[in-house]
């Protein structure tokens, strides 16, 4: 039996798709190297629209990481099919779930974090996105599955 | 110069905080009683402007280059190329430093002049303009890298050794208040031709004078006692007695949610908005809504979404449950 049907990668791929994207436009990056010039691609230099979009989008991944967690508990075969940069990518999400989570926390009205808080949340986050993408990158190439046979 | 406007900041303190500002109760403006509300009340402090007492002379200005004279940028020139050159644009004040009429780099407080009609007259009034010290503030919850911080006593400030200049602050304020100096900073030792431009600048709200206790230097030299700092619940108190006493009207209770800077004006701010000169550096007196409030909406949603998810894990099982005992 399949950890997650076609259906529910497809999801999981277009969350992760927009997180990055959306994420990555925190950043005032887009304006300068002309991206958010490309017509339909304005929105990326709109920082409300983009946290929003972050938000909704980490809302849906902490929805179907819930999801993912208690069906594998109900599948009992579930966690052990995981493979080995599976494995690894799943710990990465979580590390972003949470200094993410946090980040939210300080965007509350009413909290006060200090420079090196925020700046450790913000670089850990940014680091973990990027080792996600690289691990992603080597399982792509080396055809390694999230899913070992 | 610098030590004339020294001696008579020095010589207003003694007489203003011994004078009516005291003589007027509750209001919080001597050293002393700064440093003995502050510890007592969790409260953040606010600062009270009193438009109609602003007679446009400028010491608040003199007194704000000069007290933070020592933060103000010094760029290394020439600036490094900076690419794509089309949409990076350097923005250089050093050569004028001596622009009082905006917000520069070199120029955090300004008096802004507005025309306006009050009981039939044409008038024309001085408001001193500066960061408002949002409650959430936009500029320091969105940098992407924690260059800026708020304090308890709910001040905003940027650290000029970790901004980079990449001016999201100032997208996001819905008064454009952080101004960019290039050619300063932390981006010249990572990568300056791609990332990076500089360093904002902004009201600190002379956060190192409060921590000594003292006020901030515009309130201090303030001849007409424009300005009071104090209490929250305090100074809002202060500011609707204040309203209503000149029939008048009141500016950044509400506006982004909340702000620790309560304008009181003879008119309304609508009017006052369209008396007065906006556009860069500039900031406008129009309504603004609470910007953080969609996110703080969304982070409250997301506490439902784990258990949407383990719901459809427990429907999706019970329903196969029922499936097999068929
Ligand atoms: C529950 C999941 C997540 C939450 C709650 C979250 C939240 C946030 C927040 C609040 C910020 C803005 C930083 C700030 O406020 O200063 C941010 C930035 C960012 N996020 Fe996420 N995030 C999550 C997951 C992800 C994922 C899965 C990715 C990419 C794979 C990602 C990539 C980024 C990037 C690249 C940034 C900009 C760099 C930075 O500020 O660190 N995030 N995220
Ligand atoms: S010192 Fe006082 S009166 Fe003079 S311009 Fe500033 S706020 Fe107005
Ligand atoms: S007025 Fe602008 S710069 Fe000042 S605290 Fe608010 S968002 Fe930040
Ligand atoms: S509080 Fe300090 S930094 Fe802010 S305008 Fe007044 S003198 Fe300048």
């Given at each position: 039996?399949?950890?997650?049907?076609?259906?529910?990668?497809?999801?999981?791929?277009?969350?992760?798709f927009?997180?990055?994207l959306?994420?990555?436009?925190?950043?005032?990056?887009?304006?300068?190297?002309?991206?958010?010039?490309?017509?339909?691609?304005?929105?990326?230099?709109?920082?409300?629209?983009?946290?929003?979009?972050?938000?909704?989008?980490?809302?849906?991944?902490?929805?179907?990481?819930?999801?993912?967690?208690?069906?594998?508990?109900?599948?009992?075969?579930?966690?052990?099919?995981?493979?080995?940069?599976?494995?690894?990518?799943?710990?990465?999400?979580?590390?972003?779930?949470?200094?993410?989570?946090?980040?939210?926390?300080?965007?509350?009205?009413?909290?006060?974090?200090?420079?090196?808080m925020?700046?450790?949340l913000?670089?850990?986050?940014?680091?973990?996105?990027?080792?996600?993408?690289?691990?992603?990158?080597?399982?792509?190439?080396?055809?390694?599955?999230?899913?070992?046979? | 110069?610098?030590?004339?406007?020294?001696?008579?900041?020095?010589?207003?303190?003694?007489?203003?905080?011994?004078?009516?500002?005291?003589?007027?109760?509750?209001?919080?403006?001597?050293?002393?009683?700064?440093?003995?509300?502050?510890?007592?009340?969790?409260?953040?402090?606010?600062?009270?402007?009193?438009?109609?007492?602003?007679?446009?002379?400028?010491?608040?200005?003199?007194?704000?280059?000069?007290?933070?004279?020592?933060?103000?940028?010094?760029?290394?020139?020439?600036?490094?190329?900076?690419?794509?050159?089309?949409?990076?644009?350097v923005?250089?004040?050093?050569?004028?430093?001596?622009?009082?009429?905006?917000?520069?780099?070199?120029?955090w407080?300004?008096?802004?002049?507005?025309?306006?009609?009050?009981?039939?007259?044409?008038?024309?009034?001085?408001?001193?303009?500066?960061?408002?010290h949002?409650?959430?503030?936009?500029?320091?919850?969105?940098?992407?890298?924690?260059?800026?911080?708020?304090?308890?006593?709910?001040?905003?400030?940027?650290?000029?050794?970790?901004?980079?200049?990449?001016?999201?602050?100032?997208?996001?304020?819905?008064?454009?208040?952080?101004?960019?100096?290039?050619?300063?900073?932390?981006?010249?030792?990572?990568?300056?031709a791609?990332?990076?431009?500089?360093?904002?600048?902004?009201?600190?709200?002379?956060?190192?004078?409060?921590?000594?206790?003292?006020?901030?230097?515009?309130?201090?030299?303030?001849?007409?006692?424009?300005q009071?700092?104090?209490?929250?619940?305090?100074?809002?108190?202060?500011?609707h007695?204040?309203?209503?006493?000149?029939?008048?009207?009141?500016?950044?209770?509400?506006?982004?949610?909340?702000?620790?800077?309560?304008?009181?004006?003879?008119?309304?701010?609508?009017?006052?908005?369209?008396?007065?000169?906006?556009?860069?550096?500039?900031?406008h007196?129009?309504?603004?809504?609470?910007?953080?409030?969609?996110?703080?909406?969304?982070?409250?949603?997301?506490i439902?979404?784990?258990?949407?998810?383990?719901?459809?894990?427990?429907?999706?099982?019970?329903?196969?449950?029922?499936?097999?005992?068929?």
């Amino acid at each position: 039996m399949k950890i997650l049907n076609n259906a529910g990668h497809k999801i999981f791929l277009v969350i992760l798709f927009f997180m990055t994207l959306s994420g990555f436009s925190q950043m005032p990056i887009f304006k300068r190297y002309y991206i958010a010039d490309i017509p339909g691609l304005g929105w990326l230099a709109q920082f409300y629209v983009t946290h929003m979009i972050h938000y909704i989008f980490a809302g849906l991944l902490i929805g179907f990481a819930a999801y993912m967690v208690l069906d594998s508990v109900f599948n009992k075969t579930g966690f052990k099919k995981i493979s080995r940069t599976g494995y690894i990518k799943i710990w990465i999400i979580a590390g972003l779930m949470i200094t993410g989570l946090v980040l939210v926390v300080k965007n509350l009205s009413g909290i006060y974090m200090g420079h090196s808080m925020i700046i450790f949340l913000d670089i850990s986050h940014l680091f973990l996105c990027v080792l996600f993408l690289m691990v992603s990158l080597y399982s792509l190439i080396f055809k390694k599955p999230w899913q070992a046979d | 110069m610098t030590s004339g406007i020294s001696r008579r900041a020095f010589l207003k303190t003694s007489a203003v905080t011994a004078g009516s500002l005291v003589a007027s109760g509750t209001l919080i403006s001597k050293n002393s009683e700064l440093k003995a509300a502050q510890p007592a009340s969790e409260e953040p402090l606010v600062t009270l402007i009193d438009i109609s007492k602003c007679i446009g002379c400028e010491a608040c200005v003199e007194a704000c280059r000069e007290v933070n004279a020592d933060q103000f940028p010094d760029p290394e020139k020439p600036f490094p190329k900076m690419y794509p050159t089309s949409t990076v644009p350097v923005e250089d004040w050093s050569d004028k430093t001596d622009v009082t009429d905006r917000l520069t780099p070199y120029n955090w407080l300004f008096i802004q002049q507005a025309q306006v009609m009050l009981d039939g007259d044409n008038v024309e009034l001085n408001i001193p303009r500066r960061c408002m010290h949002c409650e959430n503030p936009p500029c320091v919850k969105l940098c992407p890298w924690g260059a800026l911080k708020q304090e308890t006593n709910g001040l905003s400030r940027i650290d000029p050794d970790l901004c980079l200049g990449g001016a999201k602050c100032k997208t996001v304020c819905p008064w454009e208040i952080p101004q960019r100096q290039t050619g300063v900073g932390l981006y010249l030792d990572i990568l300056p031709a791609f990332a990076g431009n500089g360093v904002m600048y902004k009201c600190n709200r002379c956060y190192q004078r409060l921590e000594k206790g003292q006020v901030p230097a515009c309130i201090e030299v303030c001849p007409e006692n424009v300005q009071i700092i104090g209490p929250r619940t305090q100074i809002l108190e202060q500011a609707h007695a204040l309203a209503k006493e000149m029939n008048g009207y009141i500016y950044g209770e509400t506006e982004n949610g909340g702000t620790h800077t309560i304008y009181v004006s003879p008119v309304p701010f609508d009017q006052l908005n369209q008396g007065i000169d906006t556009g860069k550096g500039k900031p406008h007196f129009q309504k603004v809504k609470n910007m953080m409030a969609d996110g703080t909406l969304l982070a409250k949603a997301m506490i439902i979404a784990p258990f949407a998810g383990l719901f459809a894990a427990f429907g999706k099982y019970y329903l196969a449950s029922r499936e097999d005992k068929k």
